[in-house]
């Protein structure tokens, strides 16, 4: 009987979906020590004891997700809920918040090495995401007509990605999307492949992510960008540009797509241009009037 229990546990382990919160960062794991039930001392020993978990969690058959640990998060969350944030199980609670309420990436056996930028792009994609809609959220509505400038920028920002999609040449598309804000530059990335009837396929949370921060580019007129880089077989890749005017996109010329793609964005300085891409004047992007946009 004892024996029949024990294979039921293991067959429902294999039932049981987890997260695990992980100490991605070695500040932040500096921080954790802190408290005395967190009984790690070497981040780099805390990853590969972290990773041979993982591995056994897997091998059981179970799945797996991380998300990211952050101690102030936790710290505010402890203090909220009157948890003692010096005990393992306060630190399962949060983990388990993390669970349903930020970002996680699925462990799929791959090495943490290779997992732990993607689980940090996710939560930079998610704090962009969440920074840029409270940007639209606060700005109200327009003393002329009463509009909410967000929502009216979010219109317009939609029907100008609509716009890009259908002007852009056949092949597989990556936008990316740059507005300067207060404390740094917003950044959105869109992936649009094509069926084989010529339709975009668009990952929907990408979709929305750009769209926001288009948005807040538009609501706050903000010297905005976008570049799109088409991959097509047998071609060159052609990297296009246009920069935000108002509401509307202006075409970037090839010489200035170049001086753009070939400027390292945080020193200045040039960066070698790429073998096998083409840079290309944008076309025209709708037409020279903003249709269905907000003036304020």
């Not at 840029?132 to 509009?147: E, H, I, N, P, Q």
Request: proline share 4%.
């Amino acid at each position: 009987m004892a024996r029949t229990h024990t294979t039921m546990r293991r067959a429902l382990r294999r039932e049981v979906a987890g997260t695990i919160g992980l100490l991605a960062d070695e500040d932040d794991f500096a921080a954790m020590r802190r408290y005395r039930t967190f009984t790690f001392d070497d981040h780099t020993t805390y990853l590969r004891q972290a990773e041979g978990l993982l591995r056994s969690l897997a091998s059981d058959g179970g799945h797996t997700a991380i998300a990211l640990f952050d101690p102030e998060e936790y710290a505010e969350y402890c203090a909220e809920t009157g948890l003692d944030p010096d005990a393992p199980a306060s630190r399962t609670r949060f983990t388990a918040e993390l669970a349903t309420t930020g970002p996680t990436v699925p462990y799929d056996g791959q090495p943490l090495a290779e997992l732990l930028p993607d689980l940090v792009d996710e939560a930079v994609r998610r704090a962009t995401w969440e920074y840029a809609t409270m940007l639209l959220a606060r700005l109200g509505s327009c003393a002329v007509c009463g509009d909410d400038i967000g929502r009216a920028a979010f219109n317009r920002a939609s029907d100008l990605l609509v716009q890009l999609l259908d002007t852009s040449s056949p092949g597989t598309r990556h936008l990316v999307c740059s507005v300067p804000a207060a404390q740094e530059t917003l950044l959105a990335a869109l992936h649009a492949a094509q069926d084989t009837e010529g339709n975009a396929e668009l990952d929907e949370t990408e979709a929305l992510e750009f769209t926001t921060v288009l948005a807040v580019g538009i609501a706050t007129h903000s010297a905005a960008g976008v570049v799109m880089r088409t991959t097509a077989d047998g071609k060159h890749d052609r990297v296009q540009g246009w920069r935000l005017h108002g509401e509307r996109l202006l075409p970037l010329t090839a010489a200035e797509v170049f001086d753009a793609y070939c400027t390292d964005a945080v020193s200045g300085d040039l960066v070698a241009p790429e073998s096998g891409v083409d840079y290309c004047a944008a076309p025209i992007v709708g037409d020279d009037h903003p249709g269905g946009g907000h003036r304020h």
